[in-house]
């Protein structure tokens, strides 16, 4: 299936390669204050950045979503990923984000976020997004709420409480900022 390119006011969206992964590996998942609250999965900074790289070319590959690299428009700059990922368990499409810590309390994450959440709705037309936070990841819950996500139900999540979210299409409000969502064609 095509792989998508999304842009936003300030960030480009481009499905991940290998050449990111060291990008990947540096700026997000050897941050503690970045993996603080995300699953712990017992893996190395690499091989989680691996896990997260294939799993986003399988789901690119069988259901026409997956993962992105964020790019900063400004200089070019990979400094976080976000994507949308499929619970064969559960049939829920999983939205998940995480940049590096210098560009966090700018409104990139919900920015890029909502474009996510956009693609789902418009280009893939899922019915509906879900999210999974543990409850200390106030910042989280921000971006959530302010996307129009709403509580469903608390549980656990790899061993830890979490709280579930969710939004419908019907929901979600597109808003007026600068979107744009076209095929990847990644140079050969
Ligand atoms: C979760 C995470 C992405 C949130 O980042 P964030 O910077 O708080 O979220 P945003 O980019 O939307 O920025 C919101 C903040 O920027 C401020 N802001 C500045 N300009 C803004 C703008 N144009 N639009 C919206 N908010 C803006 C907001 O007021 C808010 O600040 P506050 O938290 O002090 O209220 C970040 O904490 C992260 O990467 N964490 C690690 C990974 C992680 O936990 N992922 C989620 C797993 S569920």
């Given at each position: 299936m095509a792989k998508y390119i999304l842009e936003t006011e300030r960030c480009i969206l481009r499905p991940p390669t290998l050449e990111d992964l060291d990008d990947w590996v540096k700026k997000l998942f050897a941050d503690p204050d970045v993996t603080r609250y995300v699953p712990n999965r017992h893996l190395t900074p690499r091989e989680d950045a691996e896990r997260a790289f294939n799993e986003s070319e399988i789901m690119w590959t069988n259901y026409g979503y997956g993962g992105w690299a964020i790019i900063?428009?400004?200089?070019?700059?990979?400094?976080?990923?976000?994507?949308?990922?499929?619970?064969?368990?559960?049939?829920?499409?999983?939205?998940?984000?995480?940049?590096?810590?210098?560009?966090?309390?700018?409104?990139?994450?919900?920015?890029?976020?909502?474009?996510?959440?956009?693609?789902?709705?418009?280009?893939?037309?899922?019915?509906?997004?879900?999210?999974?936070?543990?409850?200390?990841?106030?910042?989280?819950?921000?971006?959530?709420?302010?996307?129009?996500?709403?509580?469903?139900?608390?549980?656990?999540?790899?061993?830890?409480?979490?709280?579930?979210?969710?939004?419908?299409?019907?929901?979600?409000?597109?808003?007026?900022?600068?979107?744009d969502a076209r095929p990847f064609a990644p140079k050969t």
């Open positions: 900063d428009k400004d200089d070019g700059q990979i400094f976080g990923r976000c994507g949308l990922t499929y619970h064969e368990d559960t049939g829920d499409v999983e939205l998940g984000y995480g940049l590096a810590r210098t560009y966090w309390g700018k409104g990139i994450a919900t920015e890029v976020a909502r474009a996510c959440v956009r693609f789902g709705f418009e280009v893939v037309k899922l019915p509906q997004i879900t999210a999974v936070v543990v409850p200390e990841n106030i910042a989280s819950w921000g971006v959530l709420e302010r996307l129009g996500f709403v509580f469903k139900k608390e549980g656990i999540y790899h061993d830890q409480n979490v709280v579930y979210y969710a939004i419908r299409r019907k929901q979600f409000q597109y808003g007026d900022s600068f979107y």
